[in-house]
């Protein structure tokens, strides 16, 4: 099975799922990053890697991946860091990337070295679901990997569907017509989103991301949905103190009542 | 032997392996919207006699195809040069922007963004704004408002709001991503007008088809001149490639015209300082489309580097990568100095001052055989812009 339906087996509010940058703050700290969330609680691990032109993505993580390529991040470089992933952690591991640096490196290598580190799934934000159908979709199954699909408040009702049929793991549901970065609230139109899309019952599970940032957004989020990710709130923890304690705190800030 | 093909785009949004949509999610609804109803818009009648009114009358259409005589003497050809130049606002950029803000308005949008490199693009974006009155937020990388500041004051004149991207390498290519961005942001009532032959379909389509302008007039202006529709060669600078575009296009499928495409070499394609993408890019995934750009071995977009801002993005649409591909197209690399050599002869030769973007596709006369041959060389614009650099180069 794979660890993304096994955490959704067992698991279907609160879910939680933290993402961060590849080689940020320092770039041998991805491994540490990853074991530290594991211990505090996450659910779900989404590694960032990092893009010289991430265009969906805000100020924070544009400025995490622009540090972690200065300081020389790379994909064959993270491969390399999570090579015994599985000795250490038990959870879930998302990439989260942009298909460019995925191409270069070369697509079935990609799926290949996913499956053999330990990576469940994959979110690829610029590979729509027409490209994957016809380019990519049989490589990603021949190798396990989840293609996680993203849906927006302007995703027609149509689509919506459409990606629900297409869809393993998860749908990560963007909260908001917007790039990532951290807000502090969530707003009736946000609300009135949620609750169209959770009265069509969908058939896969849905984890709200985009602008969740503490514990009053995640609650927030997972009224309506399985759990909720955490992306620049956690960089900017990060970016101001990112020793265990730190960030074991912050986990539980989140997820402790 | 060039097999008969057609290099227009496909109905999914691709020339051969090159185009495609890759954009988030987020972006998909605008991208649909665009997809669904640019040929239906276009072709309405009361849109085409709108965008033929404009380019005749505002931007002063159809520009003129000169027989060059001085030109055509020192090369033994006949050589005609297409003036965009004398296009309003100095360059073919405008043929693109009328179109968009008209097609922008049939889908109800009420604001308009753009990004811009040289300044080209953005003038003629606030120009058809101030035309129509419509709000106008033009992206433009720090570094390069500051090297073509008098193009970022016409911006502000003529009413736009000019945004400085600081993002990455703060020039066009994240003046993209930032337009990019904000249209993610604000994805119900504004239009992103692209510049070029570039981004997600059908962006290279549109922009193409806007373009085509050119070589509708060349045909029937060679055919008052010389008796034929077509030249034996059509040669245009390539950035993103929308010049080029424009003139080639009614030539695609007409085997009998060699394509020349003059790329922007900076220092030279043995150096790191370019921006010639056929020689030094690879194939891959940039601002949406597939195609060849230049990129580190890990998928990196590089920066490149040309005299001519205007040329100076890593990238060229996937119509031209096709080109290069299946061989249509002849690409030719073209180096600073050439190019100011190549500008330098325009002006003492025939009295026009080109565009260093446009000396480029001068340039290229010295790197294929034109001998006894009818050749059409585009000039995309005129060189008021790049006065700064002419001086500052100073070998005159
Ligand atoms: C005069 C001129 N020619 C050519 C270009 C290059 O663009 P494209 O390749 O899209 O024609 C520019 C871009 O700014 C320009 O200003």
Redo the contacts with the bound molecule.
């Keep these: 099975m794979n660890r993304i339906d096994e955490v959704f087996s067992r698991k279907k509010k609160g879910v939680l799922n933290i993402y961060f940058t590849a080689g940020y703050p320092k770039i041998n700290d991805t491994l540490r990053i990853a074991r530290t969330l594991e211990a505090a609680g996450v659910d779900i691990i989404e590694i960032g890697i990092p893009y010289s032109d991430p265009i969906a993505d805000g100020p924070t993580i544009q400025d995490s991946s622009q540090k972690a390529l200065d300081a020389g991040m790379s994909l064959k470089l993270l491969m390399r860091q999570l090579q015994d992933l599985r000795k250490h952690i038990k959870i879930p591991v998302i990439l989260m990337g942009y298909i460019n640096p995925v191409l270069q490196y070369g697509f079935t290598k990609f799926c290949q070295d996913c499956k053999e580190v330990g990576i469940d799934g994959v979110i690829l934000p610029d590979l729509p679901m027409q490209e994957y159908a016809e380019m990519y979709q049989v490589t990603f199954e021949e190798y396990g990997i989840y293609n996680i699909f993203l849906m927006t408040p302007l995703t027609s009702e149509k689509r919506v569907l459409q990606i629900n049929e297409a869809s393993k793991g998860f749908i990560y549901m963007v909260s908001s017509a917007s790039i990532t970065g951290a807000k502090q609230e969530v707003s009736q139109a946000q609300i009135d989103y949620f609750e169209r899309i959770q009265k069509m019952n969908l058939s896969v599970q849905r984890l709200i991301g985009f602008g969740i940032s503490n514990k009053e957004t995640f609650d927030n989020a997972c009224q309506y949905a399985s759990g909720a990710i955490i992306g620049s709130a956690f960089i900017n923890q990060l970016n101001k103190d990112d020793s265990d304690e730190a960030i074991t705190s912050f986990v539980g800030s989140i997820i402790n009542p | 032997m060039i097999t008969k093909e057609n290099y227009k785009v496909n109905s999914k949004g691709y020339y051969g392996k090159f185009g495609g949509a890759y954009v988030p999610e987020m972006l998909l609804p605008n991208i649909l919207e665009l997809q669904e109803n640019y040929l239906e818009i276009t072709s309405r009648p009361s849109f085409k006699k709108e965008f033929d009114y404009l380019l005749k009358d505002y931007v002063g259409r159809p520009t003129p195809l000169y027989l060059a005589q001085r030109m055509s003497e020192k090369y033994q050809a006949q050589i005609f040069l297409k003036r965009e130049d004398l296009c309003h606002t100095g360059?073919?950029?405008v043929n693109n922007t009328i179109g968009q803000i008209l097609l922008a308005k049939a889908l109800n949008k009420k604001k308009i963004i753009a990004e811009t490199?040289?300044g080209?693009?953005g003038v003629a974006t606030a120009t058809v704004c101030a035309l129509m009155g419509m709000e106008c937020i033009i992206y433009m990388g720090a570094v390069d408002m500051v090297r073509q500041r008098p193009n970022v004051e016409r911006m502000k004149i003529l009413g736009a709001e000019i945004r400085a991207a600081e993002s990455g390498s703060k020039t066009l290519k994240d003046a993209t991503n930032e337009a990019m961005r904000h249209w993610i942001n604000h994805p119900t009532d504004t239009h992103y007008i692209i510049g070029?032959?570039v981004g997600p379909h059908p962006y290279p389509d549109l922009v193409a088809r806007f373009q085509s302008v050119i070589s509708e007039e060349i045909k029937y202006q060679l055919n008052e001149q010389i008796g034929r529709d077509h030249p034996d060669m059509v040669i245009a600078?390539?950035?993103?490639?929308?010049?080029?575009a424009g003139a080639f296009y009614h030539y695609l499928d007409r085997p009998e015209v060699q394509l020349i495409a003059a790329e922007a070499a900076g220092l030279g394609i043995d150096n790191k300082k370019s921006a010639a993408t056929t020689f030094l890019g690879t194939e891959g995934v940039l601002h949406g489309s597939k195609t060849l750009l230049m990129q580190t071995a890990d998928g990196q977009v590089t920066e490149p580097y040309s005299i001519s801002a205007?040329?100076d993005y890593p990238g060229i649409g996937p119509i031209h990568a096709h080109l290069f591909d299946s061989g249509r197209a002849h690409f030719c690399a073209v180096t600073d100095e050439e190019a100011m050599h190549a500008g330098i002869d325009l002006s003492r030769l025939e009295g026009i001052i080109p565009?260093i973007?446009?000396a480029h596709a001068i340039s290229a006369l010295d790197k294929i055989e034109v001998k006894d041959k009818v050749v059409v060389i585009n000039v995309?614009?005129r060189g008021d812009k790049d006065l700064d650099t002419y001086i500052t180069w100073g070998k005159y």
Excluded at chain 2, 237 to 243: E, R
Aim: a neutral charge; one cysteine or more; hydrophobic letters at 30%.
């Design positions: 360059a073919h950029k490199g040289a080209q693009h070029s032959v600078c390539v950035g993103g490639g929308s010049n080029a205007g040329l565009a973007e446009t995309s614009g």
